[in-house]
């Protein structure tokens, strides 16, 4: 075990948790646990959801997936960065203006009926055990590597941790971990590529002519061209769809544009947010190829099947251990701050939502309310510890995909239709959001990813449908689900479509107006 590892694992851990400490002396009511009372600024908010947004997938998984399938890896970096631009002239502001803690506030808003928030909040706690499962995965193979220490225990001291942001500082310590992981993160990655280009004579011409001379018998095609996995222009063209359309629906950064005061500070914080990620996205191209030169692909493979270990290995090889364990502590704090706002939004969903609105009837204190909070935030991380106990070889950018598949599939047709179709009702908003959430769970089922005759997925068998990541079927049907629900059910008054639309504009509310 490496002495410099250890410290700087222990100094961010102390760091992180300090910031916990004092964060949880501001926590005393539920919006405080939820939002962080809603007082973060336009560039606060920014770098939290950067801090939110670049996880475990964006900094291991894809610099992983570029040095061992070049640009078959970078098609995650186009597809999470263009996903800000549906964000921003979409959802950011109706979200800010129509909801109060989750994405179902935001439906409710329009449709009352409790089996609707239900039917939003089943959907957003299977987003968030999707993406939890992948870093948690991450996490493992990280500690695996570093301390010598069984897969098994190190996801499970992951999850504890995480666990303990949540329970004690809430939003506010979670987006002030999420804040300082992004800035540090930033510097890692910047230093990173930095070493890479001075590796090529800071020519990038020379660092593309070197990623032509790269074969392997696993490449399919030339390293720097598509196709290099062998998988079809369908699959690849599916998982751009669900990259795409896949942030709009996820709980945990819809959930950070209730931590700020209103809609225009939302829609700068996403501007904010969308050129720091930016950024990052393109210095993946550095971390990935960098690897792909300077590391074998044995090495990466050795280290870890998915190459999820690639940016650490870099790092190592060009600045020795001090490097490699500043970026793999802050990779370790990145994953922890992520797995904290998942943790937290569903918790909420189930707290708000479930229990609070449904089972409840909103006859529930902030004091009641939080202690559900936190007793299902417990429950939400010993599931996903478990589940990614069993998933330890699959890559953490493939993992967080499928979560962008399901949110993508169940949660953003629903958006769509609340804030913009007036004709839309309740059983076209359930429609909506069951059909995308079971078409998207079930094709993924069938898929490749977890039928696998080869023996390296969860089921041995030849995969039913041929396509990794469903969303180029899961998305169309989510939507006409809820197209053909409004329709074969009953029509509802459109005054309460005139009400959100206005206040998605304002955030005005027709009826407080007085005449």
């Known amino acids: 075990m490496n002495t410099t590892v250890v410290l700087m694992f222990l100094f961010f851990v102390s760091l992180t948790l300090l910031i916990t400490y004092f964060a949880s002396k501001r926590t005393n009511s539920a919006k405080d646990f939820y939002t962080a009372g809603g007082g973060l600024t336009g560039w606060q908010n920014g770098l939290a959801i950067a801090g939110d947004y670049l996880s475990a997938a964006s900094f291991l998984g894809i610099a992983g997936a570029i040095a061992l399938w070049g640009f078959d890896g970078f098609f995650y970096s186009i597809g999470y960065l263009t996903a800000y631009l549906v964000v921003l002239y979409i959802v950011a502001e109706p979200l800010r203006n129509l909801g109060k803690y989750t994405l179902a506030d935001m439906i409710a808003a329009r449709f009352e009926l409790k089996k609707v928030r239900a039917t939003a909040a089943v959907s957003s706690i299977t987003i968030v055990i999707f993406y939890m499962l992948a870093q948690l995965v991450g996490a493992g193979a990280l500690i695996q590597l570093l301390f010598d220490i069984p897969y098994t225990l190190a996801v499970i001291l992951v999850g504890i941790m995480m666990t303990i942001y949540v329970l004690f500082g809430g939003m506010t310590a979670t987006s002030w971990v999420q804040m300082v992981k992004a800035f540090l993160l930033m510097i890692g990655t910047v230093i990173i590529s930095f070493l890479v280009l ?12 070197a990623m032509n001379d790269i074969k392997s018998p696993e490449l399919k095609s030339d390293f720097i061209n598509p196709g290099s996995q062998g998988k079809s222009p369908l699959d690849n063209i599916s998982l751009i769809i669900a990259l795409l359309f896949g942030t709009a629906g996820l709980p945990h950064i819809l959930m950070r544009f209730f931590t700020v005061k209103d809609a225009k ?22 971390l990935g190829f960098g690897a ?3 590391l074998s692909r044995e090495e990466i493979i050795a280290a870890n099947p998915a190459g999820n270990m690639a940016a650490p290995l870099l790092a190592e090889k060009l600045g020795g251990d001090l490097l490699m364990s500043f970026v793999s502590a802050v990779a370790f704090a990145t994953i922890l701050a992520v797995v904290a706002g998942l943790v937290l939004s569903g918790a909420s969903a189930f707290a708000h939502d479930i229990y609070g609105q449904v089972i409840k009837k909103g006859n529930i204190s902030d004091q009641e309310q939080m202690r559900a ?3 299902a935030s417990v429950a939400v991380a010993a599931l996903s510890i478990v589940l990614a106990l069993f998933a330890q070889n699959l890559n953490v950018a493939f993992l967080v995909s499928l979560a962008f598949c399901v949110a993508a599939s169940a949660n953003l047709p629903v958006i769509v239709y609340t804030i913009f179709w007036k004709r ?58 809820g197209f053909l629900g409004t329709f074969l059910g009953k029509r509802e008054s459109e005054k309460k479509f005139e009400e959100v639309q206005v206040k998605s504009i304002t955030g005005i509310s027709t009826s407080d107006v007085t005449h």
């Open 265 to 286: 500070t939302a829609r700068s914080s996403v501007m904010w947010a969308t050129w720091i990620i930016g950024i990052f996205y393109i210095l993946t191209i550095f």
């Open 292 to 294: 792909a030169s300077l």
């Open 198 to 209: 001075k590796h090529f004579n800071f020519s990038i011409s020379n660092m593309f002519g």
């Open 424 to 481: 839309f009702n309740t059983q076209g908003a359930i429609a909506a959001i069951v059909v995308g959430l079971l078409t998207s769970l079930i094709l993924v089922i069938l898929s490749p990813n977890v039928m696998n005759p080869a023996g390296t997925a969860f089921i041995t068998a030849n995969p039913i449908f041929p396509l990794a990541n469903p969303a180029i079927i899961s998305v169309p049907a989510g939507f006409l689900a």
């Open 373 to 375: 909070a936190k007793i």
